[in-house]
């Protein structure tokens, strides 16, 4: 295997395309390739050596998903006999505690609709991932365990020692026919075990397994302990999904890439490729969405989940369990289009540098990259594969050069992002604001300074004077003006005023009012404001500071436009 | 001749003769974007690189900005150098111009119009603002 040492000109030079590419799978609205996705994902369970267990649900968006899936993962299992009355108990409970999250997590104005669709989302897409039963969660979960260990011991003793014998006895008499004979033993040998071990465990086991818990826990308590043993299973699956596929790969490139190579060019790669990326997907759409789901589901989950469940089935079981297993499942999740800068980083020695792995590596990663690209965020269990939309709209600004931060979401006439359920989150310049400070008319004034939050109020401060400018706000506000209105020496005929802005930083700042250098064409000039330090206490000063100039230098002012 | 042979600077200095934009070598303003004689900027480097045909972004318009567009002729010696400012208290400047004596640069805005720059050296800045970081103005 040749180590990557160095970085090519020709290498450096594909980096824009690249990272190009990478951002606009990122930053996708299409509606999810659904068939990619499904295919991919399925050669990701094969490398990974987990059954495919075939049902793909298909989610509107993260809401739901971040649900539904580990509601459906907590309750997935059989219903018909074990715990199925607790079971359905909990359900009702659970799937009225997702409604009152949903309502309270979508706005107030497409409350009825959006909140209802996406409640009905959360149920269908958990009644599709539990329909059929393969297999009890606590079974499959001491099955898996018992299964590895029986093979363990069966390969060590019956693989092997026939190996060996069949290899001794053909040995050197004909060494080249040795490897088909032992192909053919192997075969044979291999699968007899494995079906009989297969029947042994599947049967015995996990009845036996099974019946234990139940007659041993009695049925409330069995629910807290399959929910321990579905987190492990969970976690087992998504770990090994995601250990055998993306792990792998990552860990083979760094050990193809020298290390040196990775610091010497982490300028040119680190940041170039994978900071351009992600900032302009990861950390600007991904973080916003995480704390927006996480919010919505702590906030409202936690409370009535556990006043529900309690209130069905008393203190044996806590919906604070259900509530935690939701919030520590965000693990599970894979980011999908999100993780666009991992999958930059390693396409980029794949495709561009040609670094050589062993063995099917790199189509492990093909696999894994296409099924992230695909689709949004996306669930790996053992039962089912919950896969997420991607959004709709999506409107980011860009706040720094290429590399991260250096995209952020806004949009100051509608949701940053939204998706095609109807959930949407809005953004100004990066910060989170409530959907009617950006729809429709926006806040009075009034509204604006009654606004607890500081971050919040900032924002819509700027909303409305970006709408009105600043006469209202200041007249509402009452903020003090700091000295005369002069004249703008750099703007003949205009003038500059200066007010101190209270409660809107976590700073006392002062704002500069000015006029526009250029006529709009309906002949009016625009008013606005900017900040400044509150040190500066003369407007032509502030306009100065501005530019980094003295007050003296900025009254020579030859021209503005 | 047709216009799209012409040289850039010939076709802008027509049309500013036209429009009557002034070629002005002190301190002017167009939109956020300021270029301050190189004398009172402790920051200002010679530039070495000439201004492509295409002329150079000093600011990139985006969502919704406009681009301010430094241009000059390919022969007129005017250079300049472009760099990101990342808005810090002292780290407001976008571009070190040179114009050399007779040439002049062009500042070009869809919603300012064009500025003309004459003789001299200069630094474009961003104007800047303080919140409870001090940011960058984008118009």
């Known amino acids: 295997m040749t180590r990557l040492t160095k970085l090519t000109g020709a290498h450096r030079d594909a980096i824009p395309d690249h990272v190009n590419h990478w951002v606009r799978i990122g930053q996708c609205t299409e509606p999810a390739d659904w068939d990619a996705f499904a295919a991919a994902a399925a050669e990701c369970y094969r490398y990974a050596g987990v059954a495919w267990p075939g049902r793909v649900v298909r989610v509107s968006s993260p809401l739901v998903l971040s649900l539904a899936a580990p509601i459906a993962a907590h309750f997935g299992r059989r219903r018909d006999s074990v715990g199925g009355a607790v079971d359905d108990a909990v359900r009702v409970a659970v799937f009225d505690a997702v409604g009152d999250a949903v309502r309270s997590e979508v706005d107030t104005a497409f409350r009825g609709e959006v909140g209802g669709a996406v409640d009905r989302e959360v149920r269908a897409a958990v009644d599709g991932a539990v329909r059929v039963e393969v297999f009890d969660a606590v079974g499959d979960a001491v099955d898996a365990e018992v299964f590895d260990a029986v093979d363990r011991a069966v390969g060590t003793a019956v693989f092997d020692a026939v190996d060996d014998a069949v290899d001794d006895a053909v040995g050197d008499a004909a060494f080249d026919a040795g490897d088909a004979v032992r192909a053919e033993v192997d075969g044979a040998v291999d699968a007899a075990v494995d079906v009989a071990v297969d029947d042994a465990v599947g049967t015995a086991v996990f009845d036996a397994v099974d019946d234990a818990v139940r007659v041993a826990l009695g049925d409330a308590a069995d629910v807290a302990v399959r929910g321990a043993v579905h987190r492990a299973v969970g976690g087992a699956v998504g770990g090994a999904v995601d250990g055998a596929v993306d792990g792998a790969v990552d860990g083979a490139v760094d050990d193809a890439v020298d290390d040196a190579v990775d610091d010497a060019v982490a300028a040119a790669v680190g940041v170039a490729v994978r900071g351009a990326v992600g900032g302009a997907v990861d950390d600007a759409v991904d973080d916003a969405v995480d704390a927006a789901v996480s919010g919505a589901v702590d906030d409202a989950v936690g409370i009535s989940v556990r006043a529900a469940v309690r209130g069905a089935l008393g203190n044996a079981v806590d919906g604070a369990d259900l509530r935690k297993f939701i919030l520590d499942s965000s693990h599970r999740r894979h980011g999908g289009q999100w993780s666009a800068s991992w999958l930059a980083r390693t396409s980029f020695y794949r495709d561009v540098c040609g670094v050589e792995l062993s063995g099917d590596l790199w189509d492990r990663d093909r696999a894994y990259a296409t099924a992230q690209s695909s689709a949004g965020w996306w669930w790996p269990h053992q039962q089912f594969v919950m896969v997420c939309d991607r959004p709709r709209e999506l409107h980011l600004e860009q706040v720094g050069p290429a590399g991260w931060g250096s995209h952020r979401l806004h949009c100051p006439t509608g949701p940053a992002i939204s998706w095609r359920d109807g959930w949407s989150l809005h953004y100004w310049h990066g910060t989170r604001v409530p959907a009617d400070l950006i729809e429709g008319d926006g806040w009075t004034p009034d509204r604006i300074m009654r606004e607890r939050n500081t971050e919040v109020r900032r924002c819509a401060v700027e909303v409305h004077a970006a709408r009105h400018g600043w006469d209202q706000l200041i007249a509402t506000a009452g903020w003090p003006q700091i000295g005369e209105t002069v004249p703008d020496p750099g703007n003949p005929g205009q003038t500059l005023s200066l007010y101190r802005l209270d409660h809107v930083y976590d700073q006392v700042v002062h704002l500069l009012r000015m006029t526009n250098g250029t006529v709009e064409r309906d002949g009016s000039r625009r008013q606005f404001g900017e900040t400044v330090p509150a040190s500066i206490t003369d407007p032509v000063a502030a306009a100065a500071w501005q530019i980094g100039i003295t007050r003296h230098q900025y009254a020579q002012t030859a021209r503005r436009t | ?139």
């Open chain 2, 1 to 139: 001749m047709i216009l799209s042979e012409m040289p850039v600077s010939r076709v802008l200095a027509d049309l500013a003769a036209e429009l009557d934009i002034p070629i002005v070598s002190g301190l002017q303003h167009q939109g956020d974007v300021s270029v301050v004689p190189a004398a009172w900027a402790a920051d200002y480097r010679t530039p070495t690189t000439a201004v492509p045909r295409a002329g150079v972004a000093v600011v990139r318009g985006e969502s919704g900005g406009h681009t301010h567009l430094l241009l000059a002729d390919r022969g007129s010696g005017v250079l300049a150098s472009v760099r990101e400012a990342v808005g810090g208290v002292d780290d407001l400047t976008v571009a070190h111009v040179l114009v050399p004596a007779g040439a002049v640069a062009w500042l070009d805005h869809p919603e300012h119009g064009n500025s003309g720059i004459g003789a001299g050296a200069y630094v474009l800045r961003r104007k800047r603002e303080q919140a409870d970081i001090v940011l960058l103005v984008r118009d």
